[in-house]
Nanobody, 116 residues
Framework: QVKFVESGGGLVQPGGSLKLSCAASGFTFSAYGMMWYRQAPEKERELVAR????????VYADSVKGRFTISRDNPKNTVYLQMNSLKPEDTAIYYC?????????WGQGTQVTVSS
């Protein structure tokens, strides 16, 4: 059974940093690209970053480029999102996403709140 479990969210002041983790299980993690999405209150879910199976290609939303870094550790079946220089507009629930064997899978999400 494919499963994603996010962790690492919390409350942080503007300009601060957080590192999110997504532990994956139930499939061959190293064979699939992974993504991080986020959804702010009363807004649509948006793609934040994605990474290819071997980590060789990473793509970011314009709103986070230069501040966020997606990475992965295939032996640990984990994908990360390092978030620096956080802004109040980064406040959202962050979700891990994978498209595995023709199906979409989402984690339960982790709340990130940027506020003074």
């Amino acid at each position: 059974q494919v499963k994603f479990v996010e962790s690492g969210g919390g409350l942080v002041q503007p300009g601060g940093s957080l590192k999110l983790s997504c532990a994956a299980s139930g499939f061959t993690f190293s064979a699939y690209g992974m993504m991080w999405y986020r959804q702010a209150p009363e807004k649509e879910r948006e793609l934040v970053a994605r990474i290819t199976a071997n980590g060789g290609t990473r793509v970011y939303a314009d709103s986070v480029k230069g501040r966020f870094t997606i990475s992965r550790d295939n032996p640990k079946n984990t994908v990360y999102l390092q978030m620096n220089s956080l802004k109040p507009e980064d406040t959202a629930i962050y979700y891990c996403y994978g498209y595995v064997v023709g199906r979409e899978y989402w984690g339960q999400g982790t709340q990130v709140t940027v506020s003074s």
